[in-house]
T-cell receptor, first 109, second 118 residues
Framework: DAKTTQPNSMESNEEEPVHLPCNHSTISGTDYIHWYRQLPSQGPEYVIHGLTSNVNNRMASLAIAEDRKSSTLILHRATLRDAAVYYCIRIQGAQKLVFGQGTRLTINP | GAVVSQHPSRVICKSGTSVKIECRSLDFQATTMFWYRQFPKQSLMLMATSNEGSKATYEQGVEKDKFLINHASLTLSTLTVTSAHPEDSSFYIC??????????????FGSGTRLTVV
């Protein structure tokens, strides 16, 4: 049970921002929120993670709702190489990662 | 950053034979590694958690006698698919975390092994 809910698919245009939502309404206070993405025939790649505050790195930004029941992964300027399946995962401590179905992101040229 | 190397990337074997897949952490010590299986168009399914120096913990429904996991060192875990059958054909992926760092820095995945049993 991945315990997160994501849209099955989303579509965006190249060079435009993309907002990928994730619902984790049953999250506990010590659960981290991780995001990974998987390109075809490759292993998943770490994107970003956070606990309470919004986070930024070279790949993306993570906006976490104040009540922590949802979060949004933001790709500021999508490229064709960002087309992938994006997984939002909640994880407590150093536990195992359990993947849900993720969001398949399509980027149009 | 942390790197996990997985070999082979692709293997074809005959039905009834065994296949070994290696997962190595190249620049950190991985006390815990994870093995996943992924069928086409589906998400990753966790098979087992591999702990250095102890027995692996298998997820419900995964046959431990068929999928043998060995984590004999802090940098190497192996998955052996024994007596492989065509239905074992899948994409196998390993993952590792650096002690407690996985919580802070994320988990690192191998590039996967495409197993085809003929």
């Amino acid at each position: 049970d991945a315990k997160t809910t994501q849209p099955n698919s989303m579509e965006s245009n190249e060079e435009e921002p993309v907002h990928l939502p994730c619902n984790h309404s049953t999250i506990s206070g010590t659960d981290y929120i991780h995001w990974y993405r998987q390109l075809p025939s490759q292993g998943p790649e770490y994107v970003i993670h956070g606990l309470t505050s919004n986070v930024n790195n070279r790949m993306a930004s993570l906006a976490i709702a104040e009540d922590r029941k949802s979060s949004t992964l933001i790709l500021h300027r999508a490229t064709l190489r960002d087309a992938a399946v994006y997984y939002c995962i909640r994880i407590q401590g150093a536990q195992k990662l359990v993947f849900g179905q993720g969001t398949r992101l399509t980027i149009n040229p | 950053g942390a790197v996990v190397s997985q070999h082979p990337s692709r293997v074809i074997c005959k039905s009834g034979t065994s296949v070994k897949i290696e997962c190595r952490s190249l620049d950190f010590q991985a006390t815990t590694m994870f093995w996943y299986r992924q069928f086409p168009k589906q998400s990753l399914m966790l098979m087992a958690t591999s702990n250095e120096g102890s027995k692996a913990t298998y997820e419900q429904g995964v046959e431990k006698d068929k999928f043998l996991i060995n984590h004999a060192s802090l940098t190497l875990s192996t998955l052996t698919v024994t007596s492989a059958h065509p239905e074992d054909s899948s994409f196998y992926i390993c993952s590792a975390r650096d002690g407690e760092q996985g919580v802070v820095y994320g988990y690192t995945f191998g590039s996967g092994t495409r197993l085809t049993v003929v």
